[in-house]
């Protein structure tokens, strides 16, 4: 087997944006005027393609990302289409990590929504060049010009339109593109689904319009591109392919964002989107440079991306198949592998062997015999492999930079029905955790309890119902708990000293510990003062860990501390008495007995909330978002809707969709993510002191 295209003629892109915004719908017609299939599958019917779960399709929403591939004006295309709730962000995280490109859809009548922003960031932190999509442009409120501005202002970066809509809501039939100053119009769309449309001459009345459009995009690729700078101050016109190849530049490099528009529902817009995403969006050779580091050195290595390199791949995503087993998902960086041939697992230094190797369609799998750079697929078989994972040839050891992924922001009790269940329960957890890296498991070591955590409601009641499901697994499931942290506000020193005499060997251990509060965010932090022996260097360590120990259960309410610095300044050791669990205990008892004088403080997670309603209910919801201690930060009005920012405490919010259908008669929706941390005030620490 042979490589079918070359790699300048691959695109490894997502599709991201806000829930509802169309990203499965824009999907569905990508694979359908591909030729991938040849029905289009609609979300709202439960038929979307790359919605294969049952509960996706039973609940209209991305759960998990799925692959798939197909081909567009002899380029081959590896597409992933992402979720938009924010309860399941670790798929877009961990997709944007191995994509090339991405494609984020934003609806015209909204803007830019809260998770939009999530998915924005999420792109900028990975480098990754991306396109806009308007879509929805038939959509009552759709404006094309705010969402421009909308962007502007709250990203901060400059969007290019390379197309303006022709009409809007009810009379959107197409667009002008301002590339080649042609019109595109989709006539007779029930009939053909949008596979014919004409190109023809701009009308009349919007050319004034046009040229002015098209002269801004020209100024703005002017400022990096010398060619359409020298053609612009002699007057003269850039040719297409001069104004392409300045787009894709500038797309690459993250300096401008190409903006493009349609309706993915009604089929228009979708072709010429694809026809962009070979102009602009990059190829793996223009990401050509790939960084790693030798995990034995730790220096840094570049690899070329080149079929004739060693292999290297990262694993972004396990699954499990009913019928074929453990899928470890992963993209090629260089080289090429066969299915019975061997790899090497940088973090656990193993040896595996590829069984199989498969590409995805959605739940699809087509089995093949080898796979080159820039490819995406899934292996099937591995055992010790996780997400984050690389996985390289003999010839070469590299460590690729892994994903990270947000820490639970909620959790429940969780218990099997019958002892028949007990079993199977601890082993549906472990394979659903092997796949999700935000869902959590732990024991609660006073109740003997099953805590299972995660990013939300929704994620937890998702996974639950797997397990019943997928596993068969019958469980009682308790009310959702917050995922407070305690933290302390103050510095203190303190000095214990663990002394236990025995028949024989004693136990000795003395240390004196400084503890600070660290910015919020930062985390643990332990620095090591020892000088001139007071305690030998074999003990360092486990002083370390009994401090980690002593912060999993917080001195106000048992909760986590977080964000503490703490410095070992001095102690002292026996030389026969002395043990590493003598310190370990003494390092515990010591920050324990300096939190309780640090003036500790319990921390909730606050979510960034964004509720949609029309003006007459604007004063009902604020009222009740006050009354849940929410702290109003905007509201801005768009086509007589108002969008309502807050920040409100995630003990606040549950059982709020309720309530807002309850405020709104069911017209009001609204969207929420986390935030940050912040105190909880006495009257809510006394109830939480009481639990």
């Known amino acids: 087997m042979s490589r079918e295209y070359e790699l300048k003629h691959i695109r490894n892109f997502g599709i991201a944006a806000h829930i509802d915004a169309g990203k499965t719908t824009t999907t569905e017609r ?70 090339d490109g991405v494609i984020v859809v934003f609806d015209a009548a909204n803007g830019v929504e809260p998770q939009s922003e999530t998915v924005w960031r999420q792109a900028d932190k990975y480098s990754v060049p991306r396109i806009i999509f308007a879509n929805k442009m038939d959509k009552v409120g759709a404006d094309f010009f705010m969402l421009i501005k909308d962007v502007e202002d709250k990203f901060g970066v400059k969007p290019l339109p390379i197309q303006i809509p022709i009409g809007t809501e009810t009379t959107f039939v197409g667009m002008i593109d301002l590339v080649t100053m042609k019109a595109y119009i989709w006539e007779k769309e029930n009939a053909t689904l949008g596979i014919q449309f004409k190109i023809t001459s701009i009308p009349h009345d919007l050319l004034k319009l046009a040229n002015s459009m098209h002269n801004n995009m020209i100024e703005l690729l002017a400022d990096y591109n010398d060619e359409i700078m020298n053609n612009f101050l002699n007057g003269k016109q850039s040719s297409v392919l001069q104004i392409k190849n300045a787009i894709r530049y500038v797309t690459l490099k993250i300096k401008l964002i ?55 791949s990262l694993v972004f995503k396990i699954q499990t198949d009913p019928y074929i087993g453990r899928l470890a998902y992963f993209r090629v960086y260089s080289g090429k592998i066969k299915s019975g041939s061997y790899v090497y ?98 024991t609660n070591n006073e109740t003997n309890q099953t805590i299972i955590a995660g990013m939300g409601e929704l994620h937890l009641e998702i996974l ?14 308790g009310k959702p708990n917050v995922a407070y942290r305690e933290t302390i506000t103050k510095m203190m020193k303190s000095e214990a000293k663990y002394i236990k005499q025995t028949g024989g060997h004693g136990q000795y251990g003395h240390v004196i510990l400084l503890i600070e509060p660290q910015r919020a965010g930062d985390g643990y932090l332990f620095i090591n003062k020892i000088v001139g022996g007071s305690i030998p260097k074999e003990y360092i360590p486990a002083v370390d860990k009994g401090i980690k120990e002593a912060m999993t259960t917080g001195i106000l309410a048992g909760y ?28 515990s008892m010591a920050f324990k007995d300096a939190c309780k004088k640090a003036s500790p403080i319990i921390l909730e997670p606050i979510m960034k909330t964004e509720v949609i309603v029309s003006e007459e209910y604007m004063g009902d919801v604020i009222g009740d978002l006050n009354a849940r201690r929410g702290k109003i930060l905007s509201m801005d009005a768009r086509n007589k809707v108002q969008h309502i920012q807050a920040n ?37 620490i006394n109830k939480l002191l009481l639990k």
């Open 30 to 99: 990508i694979l359908y005027y591909t030729g991938k299939t040849h029905k289009i599958g609609e979300v709202h019917e439960g038929a979307a393609t790359m919605d294969w779960m049952d509960q996706e399709r039973e609940r209209g929403i991305t759960i998990t990302s799925a692959a798939t591939y197909c081909q567009w004006q002899n380029m081959q295309f590896n597409i992933i289409d992402t979720p938009g709730h924010v309860d399941f962000t670790a798929e877009v995280e961990r997709s944007l990590r191995v994509l």
């Open 258 to 312: 190409p903006l493009l528009c349609g309706s993915a529902f009604k089929n228009k817009g979708i072709q010429p989107m694809l026809d962009a995403v070979c102009d602009y969006l990059p190829s793996p050779i223009d990401q050509n440079i790939i960084h790693g580091i030798n995990p034995k050195t730790g220096q840094s290595i570049d690899i070329i991306s080149d079929d004739n390199q060693p292999f290297i």
């Open 345 to 442: 697992n940088t973090r656990t230094n193993k040896k595996e062997r590829i069984s199989r190797i498969v590409r995805m369609h959605s739940n699809a799998r087509e089995e093949v015999s080898e796979v080159y750079t820039g490819d995406i697929a899934a292996i099937v078989g591995l055992k010790g492999t996780i997400t984050g994972d690389t996985l390289c040839s003999q010839e070469e050891f590299i460590l690729l930079e892994s994903m990270d992924f947000p820490t639970p922001v909620i959790d429940i009790a969780i218990e099997p029905k019958s002892k028949a269940d007990e079993e199977k329960l601890s082993i549906a957890l472990n394979k659903l955790a092997e796949e999700d890296p935000t869902f959590k498991i732990k």
């Open 464 to 477: 639950v119902d797997r397990m019943k499901r997928e596993f068969n697994v019958q469980a009682n499931v």
């Open 560 to 587: 986590p501390v977080v964000d503490v610095k703490v410095t070992l300044l001095d102690g002292s050791y026996h030389e026969v008495d002395s043990s590493e669990l003598a310190f370990k205990i003494a390092g």
């Open 648 to 684: 409100v405490p995630l003990s606040e919010m549950f059982g709020y969709s309720t309530s807002l259908r309850s405020l709104t008669q069911g017209r009001g929706n609204y969207s929420m993510e986390p935030s940050h941390y912040e105190s909880v005030p006495n009257n809510i």
